[in-house]
């Protein structure tokens, strides 16, 4: 198993900067694969962007490319979402999730990102 726990949300201006850190503790051997989703009110889960654990190859969904950068630190276990021009849609729940490549088998509680006019 692999437990995950979602930090630094909160509330920013539109144009303004966050950066979201997800601690990953258990098996984490296991969790070659470990990125970024969210969920707006009323609509379904939707993918951000994430980085493979080895190598650090990453990919983002091209609404947040340019604007969004994920990073890794493997010995502290930590992933980061570094998320700049932010906009009123970047609005959602953030969650972290991780597992093998390709297979998104663990998932944090999610920090909320509210983006004001």
């Known amino acids: 198993q692999v437990q995950l726990v979602e930090s630094g949300g909160g509330l920013v201006q539109a144009g303004g900067s966050l950066r979201l850190s997800c601690a990953a503790s258990?098996?984490?051997?296991?969790?070659?694969?470990i990125g970024w989703f969210r969920q707006a009110p009323g609509k379904e889960r939707e993918f951000v962007a994430r980085?493979?654990?080895?190598?650090?190859?990453?990919y983002y969904a091209d609404s947040v490319k340019g604007r969004f950068t994920i990073s890794r630190d493997n010995g502290k276990n930590m992933v980061y979402l570094r998320m700049n021009s932010l906009k009123p849609e970047d609005t959602a729940v953030y969650y972290c999730?991780?597992?093998?490549?390709?297979?998104?088998?663990?998932w944090g509680q999610g920090t909320q990102v509210t983006v004001s006019n």
């Open positions: 999730g991780a597992g093998p490549t390709y297979a998104w088998d663990y």
């Open positions: 258990g098996r984490t051997v296991s969790a070659s694969m």
């Open positions: 980085i493979f654990t080895n190598g650090g190859n990453t």
